[in-house]
């Protein structure tokens, strides 16, 4: 079991719920600073209880730009990101490299690393901004609820859609309020495999974790739509899935998943 662990890699992610609820629960912004140094400290402190366990390597995500998340941006038609949000971001970021910093200087081999997700997603919105841009709005979601009462997958009571998708998936960056489409997930795999080489045995292990964890994921998506008496999943039309990692990220080169389910 021991030796399990130690040949294990752990990410640990803080995504932002945190945040949100205390927004929810109108926290004010005077005392925003130390409810964010609170989150760090526990996270802090789940790292150590983590690492104690006797795992390898632990990979830590920073928390991506929230100001630029669809909940914010909309407010400005989703043309701009909303910088006192991105602030806030950047102040948790700074302090959870300070920690991160402080937890290898206290063990051996520099176990913990920080995945920087905010400067991931900066850096596709201000590539954005530069050339030729590969979305048609980088802050604006594929799928939308048709009103401020409803987000991407909602129904009402009579079980009618109340959400909208766009017509081509690919041209989007967000798919949801908070979730990047297949093609933003394209661009993070370009930015990690550029900055990320020194980790390359993280970047192989979580590799090959991501792509059985997206083959899972399809496996059971074929299940519930063959599932009998659901006549809504498939019929009509066709959906295809992907989850494609750039081959020179190490470990099996079998990265690629892709499955066409339905039928038109």
Known sequence: MKQDLKSSIVLASVAGNDYTTYNARN?????????????????????KQIYGLGVGKIA???????????????????TKCNETANTASNFHNVLLKQAVT????????????????????????NGEK?????FKNVLKPCCLGTSSGYSCGSVDEV?????????????????DSVHPHNMGGTQFAQFYD?????????????????????????EWLL?????????????????RLSCVVPPDWGGSHDHKADTLIGSS
């Open 159 to 175: 079980g009618a859609q109340k959400y909208t998708l766009c017509k081509n998936p690919g041209s989007t960056f967000f798919w």
């Open 130 to 134: 530069q050339g030729k841009p590969k």
């Open 60 to 78: 830590i995500a920073a928390i991506e730009p929230t100001g630029c998340l669809r909940q914010i941006t909309a407010l400005a038609s989703y």
């Open 27 to 47: 926290g004010s912004a005077k005392d925003l600073p130390a409810f964010i140094t609170s989150v760090v400290g526990q996270l802090t402190l789940n790292l």
């Open 194 to 218: 550029l900055r990320f080489t020194k980790y390359s045995i993280i970047r192989k292990r979580m590799t090959e974790q991501l792509v059985r964890a997206c083959v899972t994921v399809y």
């Open 102 to 125: 402080e937890l290898n200087n206290d063990t051996n081999g520099s176990p913990f690393v920080v995945l920087d997700v905010y400067s991931a997603f900066m850096t596709v919105f």
């Open 223 to 239: 299940q519930m739509m063959d599932t009998p008496g659901d006549e809504s999943s498939t019929e009509g039309s066709s959906a």
